[in-house]
């Protein structure tokens, strides 16, 4: 049986396809996509001219696919990766990222999407620290939603494509100046997801008051399959500008975005939320919002 890892850098149609096909397996046994959207757009599209690809093969079978973004130089390389269902329980998991380790000078941070054990296991066998979580939190929507409350002098409206993108950009980034990903999106980043069949200007909400934006709700849906359950709504993401912190605009949009959502004819919302950031927890509680699963992040180097 021959085992080999490719390391490079953009990779062709066949190997994007193949990718997707183990991602989809992988998906299908866990009940968890493997790789974030981030990395699911970088296949689909191309982009990240710096990132790599680490594709393991047994024999001519694709068994397993790593994804390295090595742009945080302060932070160091990020990736994720994922072994086809099939292959499994052979060590082929550890080979790849051994692979990966030894191209990244022996540092990484690694998440693993759904806390699932064998991801635990592997990452304790490599060296590896539990350093991040993200909480996946849910509520029915067909649970009562609180009125919404607008502040004072705050104009609510949705987005439109070729006019708001930079003032948006401008705000995403003084809303999530500390955050490690979400504060430096580029405008590349926003045109790629508007082009993904998801994406609905009529579920982006922003917020302006005296004809600036000071925040904003960008809802998204999830079709099935994708989370191995029925149509889903997302919390994608609330910002809200610093000088707006403690008027409630935050809370007042995300009420928009769930009662648009149930007007959909959704049941179901989930959303993202970092596990230390225990102010947004307790809001999305006080809302209704559970805990349903964790996505880890673990760090070796």
Known sequence: MNVRVEYKGRLDQREVAAVLAVVEAATEADGVRPLNEHVML???????????????YVDSHLAGYAHV????VVEGPSGELVVHPDFRRRGYGRTLLETVLGKTEGRLRLWAHGDLPAAARLAAATGFDRMRALWRMRRSLTEPIPDR???????????????DEQAWLALNARAFAFHPEQGAWTLDDLKRREQESWFDPEGFFLAERDGRLAGFHWTKVHGDGEHAHEPIGEVYVVGVDP???GTGLGKALTL???RHLRARGLTQVMLYVDETNTPAIRLYERLG????DTDVMYRKG
């Open 42 to 56: 970088h296949l689909r599209y191309g982009g990240d001219e710096q990132a790599r690809s680490a594709l393991l």
């Open 69 to 72: 973004d090595p742009t945080d």
């Open 149 to 163: 409350e607008i502040p004072a002098g705050v104009r609510v409206r949705t987005f439109r494509p070729g006019q």
């Open 243 to 245: 000088d707006e912190q």
């Open 256 to 258: 928009v975005g769930l």
């Open 289 to 292: 919002f559970t805990r349903w």
